[in-house]
């Protein structure tokens, strides 16, 4: 299989996949477990979602080890399991979609502040998250994804952590806010200069808002750098709270004529965040042939 990168360059845009965390709570993740244990107690159900994802055709799928760094671990007390958990993660996705598929290890924040705001320095985020890249290396993945960040040291250090861990291909994505900036105001300009700088071979946005939102992210993210590889991944629209359960208005049909949208901004990598499902991923491609 031609390299991820090799890929995009060469002018394929690529298929991601879509939630991860929700596809898991709708086969059985209750509230308050951990979804990485689940790698180990659950592992044919983290499975199914990544085999879900390879038959609607997605060409890259995302482990299940999104909170797989020490801190965010530790409300579980499983800091110590930081190997394990995100080893098996990227093992299992290996063996659900085979070598046909690219397997990328999803690394997100660690839910802590850096200093001065928090007690962590620079350099213990950086360590902190190399153990989590180490890791998802040591299980096969072909690239890692750092996502959902809002705070520009903190991906920096995440992006530092992966490259000073690994050799692999670094995919770089920040979470956007209905007002273009994430939590901590970065705007989008920010985050392709600092993340290209820090080494990513591909910048995008995800998570934070629908496709409607994140279409002007990525123009603004695609100007800022005409030659940049680009990623992409909305939820299913804007959740709403619906009889006490987050719903996400975005249909298969409608994520469907977003792709064309996107794909004509140069879009290089498309998939879905929270709420997309494997229908989702199903309309992309279609909609992308």
């Not at 801190?71 to 499983?78: E, K, M, P, T």
């Not at 705007?187 to 995008?204: C, K």
Request: charged content about 20%; some cysteine.
């Amino acid at each position: 299989m031609r390299g991820l990168l090799e890929r995009l360059r060469a002018g394929e845009i690529l298929v991601a996949d879509g939630a991860t965390g929700t596809l898991l709570q709708q086969r059985g993740l209750g509230r308050g477990e951990c979804p990485e244990e689940w790698n180990v107690s659950h592992p044919e159900v983290v499975a199914s979602v990544a085999r879900d994802y390879a038959a609607a055709g997605s060409d890259l799928v995302y482990t299940n080890t999104f909170g797989g760094n020490r801190l965010r671990l530790a409300a579980y007390g499983l800091e110590g399991r930081v190997e394990e958990l995100n080893r098996r993660g990227a093992e299992i996705a290996r063996k659900a979609v085979g070598n046909e598929v690219f397997v990328v290890g999803s690394m997100g924040p660690t839910g802590e502040f850096l200093e001065p705001l928090g007690t962590h320095t620079f350099a213990e985020m950086v360590e902190i998250f190399a153990e989590q890249a180490q890791a998802l290396a040591e299980g096969g993945v072909d690239a890692i994804v750092v996502e959902t960040f809002s705070a520009l040291e903190e991906i920096k250090a995440a992006a530092q952590g992966v490259k000073e861990s690994t050799g692999l291909p670094l995919l770089g994505s920040m979470s956007f806010d209905p007002n273009g900036r994430t939590s901590f105001g970065v705007r989008p300009e920010q985050a392709v200069a600092a993340l290209v700088e820090a080494g990513a071979e591909v910048v995008g946005a995800n998570c934070g808002g629908g496709p409607a939102e994140l279409e002007p992210v990525a123009e603004k993210m695609r100007t800022a750098n005409p030659d940049l590889l680009l990623l992409v991944k909305p939820n299913a629209g804007l959740p709403r709270l619906v009889r006490g359960e987050v719903y996400y208005p975005l249909t298969p049909a409608e994520m469907g004529e977003y792709a064309r949208r996107f794909a004509a901004l140069g879009v290089n990598i498309l998939g879905g965040c929270c709420g997309t499902t494997p229908e989702h991923i199903a309309a992309i491609v279609q909609a992308l042939k």
